[in-house]
């Protein structure tokens, strides 16, 4: 193993590509295809079955895997990051991962201290492509995370940070989504990050889904679509391998997989109308690489094996059917709903039986690559059957030029990581999608010369990786910025009654208040705060960020808007609506059912109001 001390400034070097470059010699420039090119095999597979001819069979299985480690420094993390690394996976660093494991794929996240800021992630990812390009035999690394924008992000300030995808739903332009690839992309490259698990491709038709919902771009299938294969376009043109997820479609869920079991109960027939469409529209864009779903769909296969687990839905429909034949990643191997029917072991042979060609964080890597090695070495699994995955994985990284060059540079960041461009660009794609669902009496906007003096109230959900927060601050913040004197009072998601007294109290002295919603529920006492504060008589405005549900449990407000997040570049955008700098422009990309009888649309899809 590499001693953590050693070593410890080489993140920032130029990584060796030697045994790369001597293995695909005259290759190179070949292989380089357009990020949009089929996935079919091309005569420049010959130099590509090269390299995996002279692979050992533990250099093999070790392509399969995208695992997490923890700390900011392939070579010299802190101390607790190594402690979490040898407690976790049995290895000090990054670098010692690659080297025993020799794994082809590593995820960042934020928990793990990976992304502190752009030019240490940049040195990580130097460091990382160093480490593996060094070994015998040495390839680059896949670096992926889960940059979604909205509600999910690994990489925060100063990088740019867009709109979720259903507020990208409600501004329902694809030059808006594709945009939004190419400079998430673009900045994702320059820090040496080229594979994003994004998209989110599920169409999200249950309002009680509680692991999809704002995630999605809406409940339309063909809007969906439209929107899934731009904003595919867009991250492939900047040679970052977009994700479809989460295959055959995660949208029509009641139970989170990460926690539990989820079963979908669409027939066929409707499969095809509903989830599958977004993920023919993936297919046909090109789209680099499809997420598998840990749920149950016993109409595409009646075995009770999760999809990331069953070979009818990978192989016979996505393969089949479907005729991908990219590069599919599970979703992670340490979620409740993939490890509830079979061991930490048994998994990752079952979901390279089915089709899988990359196995994303298992609990255990150690249990998991020997558990493939050893279901090879018994005869369960073939070695042509782990070259097929292995030749996908290569072509990828063919397409996205690692082969001539994995690294990245300083400069590289600065020149493209949240440039004033950039954010200028999220901050005109978030204005048009703001939703303005009710404007009674008009309302909106408000005027900073009759009501100066603005109340802030509300929830203060936890900041999405990388904002500012808390949401009351950055509305009051941004409100402040527009000409009026703003106060922000935190509520919380579950205001008590001595809370909403002083919410009461502070909103006598404003002449008017903003409040965020957070998930409103029908017991829930942010609706006895709406309440509370509409009785002052003073004029109050709802602002939903997350789900724009939350109107229906508020009949009595005058204004309500949805933002869908409660990320910075969204909430800057609700606030310019209020005062009148933008018009609303969004709509909305799911029905809002009544909140007394569900069967009932509330507001429709496409419904949004204007001034």
């Known amino acids: 193993m590499h001693d953590s001390s050693t070593g410890s400034t080489g993140n920032t070097a130029r990584p060796s590509r030697r045994t790369v470059l001597t293995a695909t010699a005259g290759l190179t420039a070949a292989l380089t295809v357009p990020a949009t090119a089929a996935h079919a095999a091309t005569p420049d597979d010959r130099g590509l079955r090269a390299l995996v001819s002279r692979m050992t069979l533990e250099e093999k299985v070790g392509q399969l895997f995208v695992m997490r480690v923890y700390g900011h420094s392939a070579t010299a993390p802190d101390q607790a990051d190594i402690d979490a690394n040898l407690k976790e996976i049995g290895v000090r660093t990054a670098a010692e991962l690659i080297e025993k494991y020799r794994v082809g794929g590593i995820i960042y996240f934020t928990w793990a201290h990976n992304a502190r800021d752009p030019h240490q992630i940049a040195e990580l990812s130097n460091g990382i492509q160093k480490a593996s390009l060094e070994q015998p035999r040495g390839l680059p690394v896949l670096i992926a995370t889960d940059q979604e924008h909205g509600i999910v992000c690994r990489v925060g300030k100063p990088a740019t940070l867009f709109p979720g995808a259903m507020a990208i739903g409600a501004g329902r332009s694809r030059s808006d989504a594709r945009a939004l690839g190419r400079i998430s992309g673009a900045e994702l490259r320059a820090m040496g990050i080229n594979q994003d698990y994004s998209p989110d491709a599920d169409v999200n038709v249950n309002p009680a889904n509680p692991v999809i919902g704002v995630r999605s771009f809406g409940a339309d299938p063909e809007a969906v679509a439209g929107l899934v294969a731009a904003e595919v376009s867009g991250y492939q043109a900047s040679r970052v391998a977009a994700t479809a997820k989460h295959f055959p479609g995660h949208g029509d869920t009641a139970v989170d997989s990460h926690t539990g079991f989820p079963v979908i109960t669409h027939s066929r027939e409707l499969w095809e109308k509903l989830d599958a469409v977004p993920f023919r529209a993936a297919v046909a864009a090109g ?129 493209t990581v949240g440039t004033r461009a950039h954010l200028a660009a999220a901050d005109r794609i978030a204005e048009r999608t703001t939703t303005l669902l009710v404007n009674e009496d008009g309302l909106l906007p408000l005027d900073r010369r009759t009501r100066p003096r603005i109340l802030v109230v509300g929830a203060d959900p936890a900041s999405p990786s990388g904002t500012t927060g808390p949401p009351t601050g950055v509305l009051a913040g941004a409100l402040t910025e527009l000409g009026f004197t703003a106060t922000a009072l935190s509520t919380g998601t579950a205001p008590s009654a001595t809370v909403i007294d002083q919410a009461v109290a502070a909103a006598r002295d404003a002449d008017a208040v903003v409040v965020g919603t957070y998930n409103v529920t029908a017991g829930s006492t942010q609706r006895t705060l709406v309440e509370r504060l509409l009785a002052t008589g003073r004029p109050v405005v709802a602002v939903a960020v997350r789900n724009p549900y939350d109107v229906a449990q508020l009949p009595s407000v005058k204004a309500c808007l949805a933002a869908y997040s409660w990320t910075d570049v969204e909430l800057r955008a609700a606030a310019r609506v209020i005062a009148g700098r933008v018009a609303p422009r969004g709509r909305l990309p799911v029905p809002v059912q009544r909140a007394d009888d569900p069967a009932q649309v509330l507001y429709p899809v496409g419904h949004g109001l204007t001034y």
Do not use: C
Not at 335 to 363: C, F, H, I, S, W
């Open 287 to 415: 789209i680099d690489s499809i997420m598998t779903a840990h749920i149950q769909f016993p109409a595409l296969d009646d075995s009770g094996d999760p999809a990331t687990l069953s070979r009818p839905i990978l192989t016979g429909i996505l393969r089949g059917e479907l005729g991908y034949d990219g590069v599919v990643v599970t979703d992670s191997l340490g979620m409740e709903g993939v490890r509830t029917k079979y061991g930490d072991d048994r998994v990752p042979v079952l979901a390279l039986k089915a089709g899988v060609d990359q196995l994303l964080n298992p609990p255990s890597v150690d249990v998991a690559w020997h558990a493939v090695l050893e279901a090879v070495r018994g005869g369960e699994l073939t070695e042509a059957r782990l070259d097929e995955s292995i030749l996908r994985i290569l072509r990828l990284k063919a397409r996205l030029g690692l082969l001539d060059r994995a690294h990245v540079t300083r400069s590289g960041v600065d020149r």
